[in-house]
């Protein structure tokens, strides 16, 4: 399973849920980090939204991401596991 996490510099946001999820370690999943800075598609899309989750279970297969809702930002990383956990079973 993939974790993609649309991101931009300087976004605290971002970083604070990139941190959060790497320190996971009860779930087994990839983290992808997109850049919305590096394609002007993802910017368009993400500019105001960032950060913004999409799960993966195909490994590069277009239209295969299923967007999860934004958790909140004091979320700690065990609400944040039970949280995928609940998306990974479905």
């Known amino acids: 399973m993939r ?3 649309y991101s931009k510099p300087g976004c605290h946001l ?4 990139q941190e959060k999820l790497e320190q996971i370690q009860n779930l087994s999943f990839e983290l992808e980090i997109r850049d919305i800075t590096t394609r002007e598609d993802w910017f368009a899309a993400y500019e105001y939204e960032v ?3 999409y799960l993966s279970n195909h490994r590069g297969a277009e239209g295969s991401e299923k967007l999860l809702p934004r958790p909140s930002p004091r979320a700690s990383v065990q ?3 039970q949280m995928l956990r609940k998306y990974l079973a479905n």
Do not use: R, T
């Open 79 to 81: 609400q944040l596991e």
């Open 3 to 5: 974790l993609i996490l």
């Open 51 to 53: 950060p913004v989750i």
């Open 14 to 17: 971002c970083e604070g849920l």
